[in-house]
């Protein structure tokens, strides 16, 4: 009875002391005066703030028609919004800033999958606590990254976005970008709150084409598609975004079993929940709702807190919660969230008008932007060391649509940057060799040029030179949201063009900027060297120079597999192995012989059924060797963990950084296992002949999956694990699991 007492004498008191607990009662007073329509206001966001801003925006403001504006305004108007809003509106709630800083604000990063390629945490964390900065400054509260979405499809333009098609790899650097936008407290200066997006499934698009429909059994989406978003709870991402796609028919942002089972019940995830462009009123199109007011209420019910652009909160909550189909508490709960994140950025109940200045490009942010290119980098062929530039090359002859083109090397989502403050790869060469050495011809104005009008000029080039370089790919209109391609070679008269210059007999080396995996076979049959950069950024230009010279090694590794061919796809390295799996190198009918030589496989006819380039792979200008894996003990049993180590050394001439993966396969289990899966991945640096181990530690979680109850678990048997270069090759050692001990 004391001790009961005791208990809750000092719960109250410890309510009445905790700082969280004031905030909740101070949110508890504001709410009880706010009007229903305050609170729908809270709940949209809108996208209607120009520069200047209107006056009819004022007068909403004013009223408390809206919580957060997304990509609206120029910095000095958003200083203006939010004193209309702390001063003006009736209870001085301030506004909320969203934008999409995606990978760079000011200074471009490269796009997520290329920083994917860098397996480098640490700096991708430091590249978005720079874009934080950058974004902060200039009056931005929120940013719409990271994208986590896993993908197996390179046609889908939104490919650019993701951080490739592993869910470890992307929930290691999802991870890091959360620590980087929202640092140890979302209250700290430079920081944003970061949006774990696009809830989910939304990689899985059929065909590849944006916003298509995705069907995604259970024990797929809790394996592969939501371990990044598990991963981002945990991270302590502030707000989630709902995708725009149908989950196995049911629109994402009405998705009962995913925002509320899934997301808040399993989870326990506390922050906002806001839904993507319009996708709440999608849902009519989508043929789930039947008008505007029935997709508010399945938004809301499913645990959708703020509307993006689309406006059935505001038009239609209030009805639904007079007839009682929504009620008061649901809607309390939502802006109680909204409401909470303002606080936690310090702008609620704290200093909402901070200063806000224009932002400049600093010494600092260009290095780390170099860093991450040079990081991300990917070198896929090197015959004969044509790379680094040998000290013989005097003239180098430059050619292609994208050696010169600012905007297209900064890929897309960059509102806030300016071409002129990129540096481009020819400006880089022309600095670094003196213009004299450089022949530069663009031979195609753009990738998708079809005209050859100029391809005499640059084969003159090439003749007059001692080496080509071809600067290659797709624009950056070329991928992105709503940029699915159905083909995915070089555009335009681009492989005509590699035809002609391969002609000269000079080396070429083809580099990549392109905004997804390519498919470019003949035109790496024709180049002794292939550098595949991605849409790079800002600091493009000068990191691939750093490279192209050797005054670093390349040391970037393919985040998703490339293709042969479109048709291979979806191809991606976890795969299951069939029943009848086939062997590399077996193609099926030999041309003109109808009989199927190697048996009924699991193959193609006419291609390889292997990636041309698979998932890890990246080669270095040294070689490294790989030992065979160690095991610390044969035997893994519950509780305890086994190390599994491995000796690297570096056999070749010069120093450089290679990045060691740890892959385990599941031999026999009650389900079918892939034939592998990344568990762990390290950079090293080593000095030539340099030898050092690496270790990892696996426990009984890293072997866990969901069985046909969706239950998870390990189960007890053997495992094979390797630590390899990349996904494709590497010898293995085996451990057991033993359940329980014996
Ligand atoms: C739609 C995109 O799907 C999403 O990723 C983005 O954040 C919003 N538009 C806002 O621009």
């Known amino acids: 009875m004391f001790g009961l007492l005791f208990r809750t004498l000092s719960m109250t008191f410890a309510l009445q002391t905790s700082p969280q607990a004031e905030i909740e009662k101070r949110i508890d007073t504001l709410l009880a005066r706010m009007t229903l329509e305050e609170k729908l206001g809270q709940m949209s966001q809108s996208t209607a703030m120009r520069s200047p801003i209107s006056e009819d925006i004022k007068q909403q403001i004013r009223q408390g028609r809206w919580g957060s504006f997304l990509n609206a305004g120029l910095p000095a108007d958003r200083v203006e919004a939010q004193r209309i809003a702390v001063k003006e509106s009736r209870l001085r709630i301030p506004l909320l800033f969203g934008r999409d800083v995606i990978h760079g604000y000011r200074t471009v990063f490269p796009i997520p999958l290329g920083q994917s390629a860098t397996w480098n945490p640490e700096l991708i964390e430091r590249a978005a606590a720079t874009a934080a900065r950058e974004a902060s400054t200039e009056g931005i509260h929120w940013t719409f990254a990271p994208m ?71 024990n797929q989406l809790r394996e592969v598609y939501l371990p990044p978003f598990h991963a981002a709870v945990t991270a302590g991402v502030a707000t989630f975004m709902t995708a725009f796609n149908a989950l196995n028919g049911v629109p994402a942002s009405g998705n009962r079993f995913l925002l509320d089972h899934i997301l808040r019940k399993e989870w326990k995830f506390t922050g906002i929940v806001v839904s993507d462009y319009e996708s709440v009123i999608e849902m009519v ?64 109940f704290g200093d909402p008008m901070r200063p806000v200045a224009a932002v400049e490009i600093s010494t600092e942010a260009r290095a780390i932007a170099k860093e991450v290119a040079i990081e991300s980098f990917v070198l896929l062929k090197n015959d004969n060391g044509v790379l680094p530039f040998a000290a013989a090359v005097n003239r180098i002859a430059v050619i292609g649509p994208l050696a010169d083109s600012a905007v297209d090397q900064m890929g897309s989502w960059v509102m806030d940057a300016k071409p002129e403050e990129t540096e481009t790869p020819l400006a880089s060469l022309r600095k670094k060799y003196g213009a004299d050495r450089i022949q530069y011809v663009a031979a195609l104005a753009n990738s998708r040029d079809t005209s050859r009008e100029n391809f005499g000029a640059a084969i003159k080039a090439a003749k007059a030179s001692d080496m080509v370089l071809l600067l290659l790919g797709e624009e950056q209109i070329l991928s992105g949201e709503a940029h699915s391609r159905a083909f995915l070679n070089l555009p335009g008269a681009q492989e005509a063009l590699v035809d002609e210059i391969a002609k000269t007999g000079k080396p070429i080396v083809t580099i990549i900027l392109a905004g997804r995996p390519l498919t470019f076979h003949g035109v790496a049959a024709k180049s002794a060297g292939v550098l595949y950069a991605w849409h790079p950024g800002t600091m493009g230009g000068p990191a691939l120079v750093e490279l192209l010279a050797g005054e670093r090694s ?135 002949g340099e030898k050092r181990t690496v270790s990892f530690a696996l426990s009984e979680s890293d ?40």
């Not at 650019?160 to 290691?172: I, N, V």
């Not at 866990?704 to 996904?727: C, K």
Request: include cysteine; aromatic fraction near 10%.
């Open 703 to 742: 072997l866990s999956f969901y069985n046909e109850s969706m239950r998870l678990l390990t189960e007890a048997g053997e495992f094979q694990v390797w630590i390899s270069p990349d996904a494709a090759r590497g010898s293995d050692v085996r451990f057991s699991f033993q359940a329980s001990p014996h």
């Open 285 to 348: 199109k989508h043929g789930v709702a039947a008008d505007a007011g029935e997709a508010a209420l399945k938004a809301v019910t499913a645990g959708v807190d703020m509307e993006m652009v689309s406006t059935t909160y505001f038009e239609h909550l209030r009805r639904l919660v007079e007839q009682r189909r929504i009620s008061m508490a649901t809607i309390d709960a939502a802006v109680r969230r909204i409401l909470r994140l303002k606080h936690q950025l310090g702008l609620l």
């Open 148 to 218: 986590l979405d896993i993908t197996r499809d390179p046609r889908w333009g939104r490919v650019a976005e993701t951080l490739g098609e592993d869910p470890y790899l992307t929930s290691q650097l999802g991870a890091a970008m959360i620590r980087g936008f929202q640092g140890k407290s979302l209250g700290e200066a430079g920081r944003l709150a970061a949006c774990a997006k696009h809830f989910a499934g939304y990689g899985a698009a059929e065909g590849g084409r944006d916003y298509n429909s995705t069907f995604i059994p259970e």
């Open 554 to 688: 390349p040391s970037g590794k393919l985040s998703i597999s490339f293709p042969r061919t479109v048709g291979q796809i979806p191809i991606y390295y976890n795969h299951l192995n069939t029943g009848r799996p086939a062997s590399v190198g077996e193609l099926g009918v030999p041309l003109g012989n109808p009989v199927n030589p190697q048996g009924f496989t699991s193959k193609y006819l006419d291609v390889d059924f292997t990636p041309e380039y698979p998932f890890g792979l990246g080669l270095s200008y040294t070689t490294f060797e790989y030992s065979t894996p160690r095991i610390s003990s044969a035997i893994l049993t519950r509780g305890s963990r086994v190390t599994v180590s491995a000796d690297i050394t570096n056999t070749g001439k010069r120093e450089a950084e290679e990045v060691a993966q740890l892959y385990v396969r599941d031999l026999v289990a009650s389900v079918a296992r892939p034939v592998r899966q990344l568990k762990g991945f390290r950079r090293v640096r080593l000095k030539p």
